[in-house]
């Protein structure tokens, strides 16, 4: 195919330079958004008298068929175009002759291809929000189904004081709660129209780039002219926005490959997402699990390219922003991915609830209850702290857990030590007690289930 920008020079480079140049690889899943785009603008360059409204049918008619024939299979992008603006210019100017020459009149490729950018970006964000949101469902659920299972919590990956597994689960339903409010904060940035802002000075022709924004279900039209091509800000904030749910899901993906090893037995992952070891039958690797830890580091990767090729360019475009799209299209496909087999695996997800139990009550993780039950009794917390250390040092050399001690002994440490103290130590109570708002009691643990599906509901509204 020809190029755009033949004239001033004859349009034939050297074929490593033309192949190095070429976008059309990968910009040709722009098609849509291109073509959308370019629908728009004929309907503004017909409403503002540019072209004729004959003129004006006949492209967008045209347009409409190069969509559909694309979208059903039965037109093929050429990769031997520059790229998917060339492929559709040229493919429009074939079917209905010279006129289709008249769609590029106040505009360049310049501003086209941040129109599209921000069309797919858009579309993308709220495709990936839906996604977050049908797994923070899931693990809502799944909170719900286990919300009194005890468990250790942990810090320092050592065992700290007793929670459900409910409210563990629901800390990062909060967390991708959060997800879906930056991809949803990052749109109402990004939804300015950049169309009509050309090369990077704007135009000749009277144009209205307000109804073309509005066309496009854009809230309005970028300010500045050189800002409205040069700009990427919104992608780099989209792809912050992945990065950090790429972490929320890597930091549940560790916690899943912990708790599904024999060491822990805490849940079984399904088989369905799960694989064998070719030598060794008797595993069950998490494989699935591993990948998402895996693939964060990739999505990092694609936001580090785009801030280290954005870094030092003078305005406005340069071709190194070229280099924006492979970033940002790997990164929504990797986070699409994971999203994809993560929420199943977790809906599938079984857990072990009195092996939770069970480990829970070797760990000691009722002390911080002792001192408590002696710190309400009078005794200044830091005092009882240290008298509570030196039961669980003794607890350690005998081999018994704090439940086992005799009261007698407790009462050789204390004498504020009574009967009592059984109950308040036993699991369930340290965990019922701790009704302070967040916190683990099944009463807190179901308002905040309450409250995260009232939150994912109101996305839809």
């Given at each position: 195919m020809s190029k755009l920008w033949a004239g001033r020079a004859d349009g034939k480079i050297n074929q490593a330079a033309e192949a190095f140049n070429s976008s059309i690889r990968f910009d040709k899943r722009l098609f849509r958004e291109d073509i959308t785009g370019s629908i728009a603008h004929a309907a503004m360059l017909g409403k503002q008298g540019i072209i004729s409204q004959e003129e004006m049918r006949t492209l967008i008619a045209a347009l409409g068929e190069i969509l559909s024939e694309l979208a059903e299979g039965k037109l093929a992008v050429d990769e031997s175009a520059e790229d998917i603006h060339t492929f559709v210019e040229q493919t429009l100017v074939d079917k209905v002759g010279p006129v289709g020459k008249k769609l590029h009149t106040a505009r360049s490729r310049n501003d086209q291809v941040a129109l599209d950018m921000k069309l797919f970006a858009r579309s993308t964000a709220e495709e990936i929000k839906q996604k977050v949101l049908g797994l923070t469902d899931a693990i809502i659920n799944k909170?719900?189904?286990?919300?009194?299972?005890?468990?250790?919590?942990?810090?320092?990956?050592?065992?700290?004081?007793?929670?459900?597994?409910?409210?563990?689960?629901?800390?990062?339903?909060f967390m991708l709660l959060r997800d879906a409010d930056r991809l949803t904060d990052a749109v109402k940035r990004l939804n300015l129209s950049p169309i009509g802002a050309a090369a990077l000075a704007g135009t000749t022709y009277p144009t209205d780039r307000f109804y073309e924004a509005e066309l496009l279900s854009f809230d309005g039209v970028t300010e500045n002219?050189?800002?409205?091509?040069?700009?990427?800000?919104?992608?780099?904030?989209?792809?912050?926005?992945?990065?950090?749910l790429m972490t929320h899901l890597s930091r549940l993906s560790e916690e899943l490959v912990l708790w599904s090893s024999f060491e822990f037995k805490y849940v079984e992952i399904s088989d369905d997402f799960t694989t064998g070891s070719s030598i060794m039958p008797q595993k069950k690797n998490p494989d699935m699990a591993e990948l998402c830890r895996g693939k964060t580091g990739r999505v990092y990767g694609d936001l580090i390219t785009l801030l280290t090729v954005l870094k030092g360019l003078p305005l406005a475009y340069n071709k190194d922003m070229q280099e924006d799209k492979e970033c940002f299209f790997d990164a929504a496909d990797t986070v699409s991915a994971c999203l994809d087999v993560f929420t199943p695996m977790i809906a599938s997800l079984k857990?072990?609830?009195?092996?939770?139990?069970?480990?829970?009550?070797?760990g000691f993780i009722n002390a911080t209850d002792i001192a408590d039950y002696l710190a309400k009794k009078g005794v200044p917390f830091r005092e009882a702290y240290q008298l509570v250390g030196k039961i669980v040092h003794d607890a350690l050399q005998k081999e018994v857990t704090l439940e086992e001690i005799p009261l007698t002994e407790y009462q050789k440490i204390s004498p504020l030590f009574e009967e009592d103290l059984y109950e308040e130590i036993a699991l369930q109570t340290c965990v019922n007690k701790r009704t302070s708002y967040g916190g683990t009691a099944l009463s807190s643990v179901k308002k905040q289930i309450q409250i995260a599906r009232e939150k994912v509901l109101s996305f839809a509204k």
């Open positions: 909170a719900e189904e286990y919300k009194g299972a005890v468990m250790s919590g942990y810090t320092h990956l050592q065992r700290a004081q007793p929670v459900t597994f409910g409210h563990h689960l629901m800390a990062y339903a002219s050189i800002d409205s091509v040069s700009d990427r800000d919104y992608l780099v904030e989209l792809l912050s926005a992945l990065s950090l857990a072990n609830p009195q092996k939770m139990l069970d480990s829970a009550k070797e």
